[in-house]
C-alpha cells in the first residue's frame, strides 16, 4: 500500500524531461494524465499513522462500493458502473488502481473507435436486427399458440 512505485517513478522522469517553458513538442498521453500516487492532503500525508488511517478509510470505502457493484451484477441496478466508482475511489490513493482505470479508458475509447468503423456498424445492425426478428418470431409464435396467458397458468 505504499504510494511510491517504479511506475510513478518513471512518469516523474518523463516529467523531468519536458521542456521547462511549457513548450510541448509533441502531445504525449503520458503529458495529459495526472501523476500517480496518493491524492490525499498534505497535511495528511505528513503524518504516517493519519496517512496509514486515511488508505484503509479509503479501502473500505472503496471495496463496499465494490462488493455493492459486483452485486448489482445479479440484482437490479448499474452493476459496472458501481464497479467503476468504487476503482475511482481506490485510485485516489492506489498506484495499482489508478493504473487499472488508464488501462480500462485506454481499452473502451479504443473499443468505441472500433464501434464507429462503419464495417463494425453495419455488421452490429445486422445482428441486432436478425435477433430482433427472432425475437418477434418466437413472441408471434407464442401468442399464437398460447395466447396472452401467462406462462404459469398455461394447462397442458
Known sequence: ????S?????VAEKAA???????????????????LGSRAPDFIKARRTLH??????????????????????????????VIFGGM???????VWAQLVLRWTKRKVTAAAQRALDPKVRRR??????TGLVIVAALAG??????????????EE
Open 124 to 129: 452490429n445492425i445486422v445482428l441486432t436486427t
Open 141 to 154: 409464435y407464442y401468442l399464437y399458440r398460447f395466447g396472452l396467458a401467462l406462462p404459469w397458468n398455461i
Open 1 to 4: 500500500m505504499n504510494a511510491e
Open 52 to 81: 496509514l488511517s486515511w488508505q484503509v478509510g479509503v479501502f473500505v470505502v472503496g471495496l463496499a462500493v465494490v462488493a455493492a457493484g459486483v452485486s448489482m451484477l445479479v440484482l437490479p441496478g448499474p452493476g459496472w458502473v
Open 17 to 35: 524531461g519536458a521542456p521547462a517553458t511549457g513548450d510541448v513538442t509533441g502531445s504525449s498521453a503520458a503529458a495529459a494524465e495526472p501523476a
Open 6 to 10: 517504479d511506475e510513478r517513478g518513471r
Open 88 to 94: 475511482a475511489i481506490w485510485a485516489t490513493e492506489f
